[in-house]
């Protein structure tokens, strides 16, 4: 479905065809090796947008500009199509796409400026071009809103908006490709056997013809015993229509942004925070508002600046606790303060709590405060070790959650019901989790022992197993230490950078066995060594 610009918006039209003339539209990803950093990237909040057109960012002009625009991207790679087809588009119906991509055009060099030419009266469809790699283009028509702006930036800014760690995980595994003894300590899975009797009762389930469409919030029997479990743990009073099952606890945040705030608006959240967050947020087209906490101050927030963030108009603040990457467990009083301050104004508070059985005091859940606009998420991969079973849960009101559920049916239409069925036994086998606890708190106290030793500065680990750390000199930011440290060691952690823009930090996971983690402290230690540490 395309629609030619008409009229007025001809002009406009015209003005991004001549601005391509002085910068060709190009998207230049997958022409250059990801450089550590890039996760700083970002672009400009749509409300800020510049009065002319950027097209290297592929903004258009916000307010007063309301029309129709046509826009020609160059997409070199289909991932890039693919994010903005997937965008989240289909409840905003007034952004058109023609798909698959119109027209080929040659790719880099001279000849953007003829394409520029080209574009001008460009009509689909043209014929691939015999010079060169072909890049699609893709043609956007956008009428413009300000919420279309920020799904256009949101769609561009694909470029490259993966978490930082995701890319130093990537550079991790083609060094390992290459053949290289490789330690991962970028990543947040624990390396725990998952126990074979949740594998077998899934096994089973699915050989029992548990292989079909299923209730879209999730088993009725799970959402029971789900909501059992946590009434026990909070002494609370949920129902299973207060719980929605999702794949994974970061869908169950995606689906909890998406319900709070519509594109344009703000949520905030408490920093560092796992840096998904600030992608998933940009995703869903939604200005992330940052709290940032300090090292001095223990990564606990400063309740005026929560105060701030809620003044801010904000429709939500995620606060992460226990914390990645830092392991800070809050205390009861700052949980409560947190809700007290989001209920001056109405504001939910989406409370990970994943890491919730990994404290070695006590913990206090965001829905222990009785506060009620709280969507709380929890997942099966930490506790009991099952990252790949994709398997998470969200508590709330009826409200989020049935809006919750309306969105996971449109993209995912129900988790499996054989995952289900070995989420359902593990909750029956409590052992599993003090098990896995233990393991990691033996893994992150040997870890955070070897790492002071070293000289590393750090608040201990009070509640996950990640060991956030200062960059020792003569390291000047997270991504730079992460960068030598693999390229010269092979070892591999997750700079600050990725966690809220905390440059002078690294994240060191203890998710490895003890011996993994031996050696990759004698291979920090002479690194440091090396450079004069
Ligand atoms: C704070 C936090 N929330 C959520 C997740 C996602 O977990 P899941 O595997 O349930 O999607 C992670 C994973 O590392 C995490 O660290």
Redesign the pocket.
């Known amino acids: 479905m395309f629609l030619p610009a008409d009229g007025d918006n001809e002009l406009v039209a015209d003005s991004i065809a001549q601005a391509k003339h002085r910068r060709p539209v190009l998207l230049d990803v997958p022409h250059r090796e990801p450089q550590l950093g890039d996760g700083d990237l970002d672009l400009a909040p749509h409300n800020a947008c510049p009065p002319e057109v950027d097209v290297e960012r592929g903004l258009v002009p916000a307010e007063g500009h309301v029309g129709r625009y046509v826009l020609d991207l160059t997409v070199a790679t289909p991932h890039l199509r693919g994010e903005v087809v997937d965008l989240g588009l289909l409840p905003l119906a007034n952004l058109l796409y023609e798909h698959p991509p119109l027209c080929c055009c040659p790719g880099q060099g001279g000849d953007h400026q003829q394409r520029g030419q080209e574009d001008r009266g460009c009509q689909p469809p043209h014929k691939p071009s015999q010079k060169g790699m072909a890049h699609p283009v893709l043609r956007l028509t956008i009428n413009c809103s300000g919420a279309m702006l920020t799904l256009l930036a949101g769609g561009l800014s694909v470029r490259d908006e993966r978490p930082i760690h995701y890319r130093i995980f990537g550079m991790a595994k083609e060094l390992e490709r290459e053949g290289k003894p490789v330690i991962h300590m970028e990543f ?1 899975d624990p390396y725990v056997e998952v126990d074979p009797e949740i594998v077998h009762s899934m096994c089973m389930s699915a050989l029992s013809g548990h292989t079909h469409y299923s209730q879209p919030a999730g088993l009725d029997e799970f959402r029971e015993r789900l909501a059992e479990h946590v009434n026990k743990r909070f002494s609370t009073s949920f129902s299973p229509s207060n719980v929605v099952v999702t794949p ?4 169950a ?1 995606y689906l909890a942004i998406r319900a709070l705030a519509r594109p344009g608006e703000k949520i905030a959240l408490v920093s560092p925070i ?1 840096g998904v967050y600030y992608a998933l947020l940009r995703e869903a087209g939604v200005e992330a508002v940052d709290i940032r906490t300090s090292f001095e101050s223990g990564w606990v927030p400063d309740e005026e600046a929560v105060h701030e963030a809620v003044e801010r108009g904000v429709k939500a603040i995620i606060v ?1 606790n226990p914390n ?1 990457p830092t392991s800070v467990v809050l205390s009861r009083e700052v949980v409560r303060a947190v809700a007290e301050i989001a209920g001056e104004r109405g504001v939910y508070v989406i409370a ?1 709590e ?2 919730l059985d990994f404290p070695r005091g006590g913990f206090y859940s965001f829905l222990e405060t009785g506060y009620e606009n709280v969507v709380a ?1 929890y ?1 099966f ?1 930490k506790s009991y070790a099952m ?1 790949g079973f ?1 398997l ?1 849960y969200a508590v709330a009101d009826e409200r989020v959650i049935s809006e919750m559920t309306r969105l996971l049916q449109l993209y995912f239409t129900n988790v499996p019901e054989f995952i289900q069925h070995a989420g359902m036994r593990a909750l029956e086998m409590p052992w599993v989790v003090e098990r896995v606890t233990r393991t990691m708190w033996g893994r992150t106290d040997f870890l955070a022992s070897e790492l002071r030793r070293l000289g590393f500065e750090f608040v201990y680990p009070q509640g996950a197993f990640y060991v956030f750390a200062k960059v020792p000199s003569p390291w000047r930011s997270g991504a730079e230490f992460c960068e030598a440290l693999i390229r010269e060691k092979y070892v591999s952690p997750a700079p600050g950078e990725g966690f809220g823009g905390y440059s002078g930090f690294v994240r060191f996971s203890a998710t490895a066995g003890i011996e993994v983690l031996r050696e990759a402290v004698e291979r920090i230690r002479s690194f440091l060594e090396e450079h004069g540490g």
């Open positions: 947040g994974g606890s970061k869908i945040g796992w992460n990645n990970d994943v890491y998420l997942s991969s990252t994709r998470g």
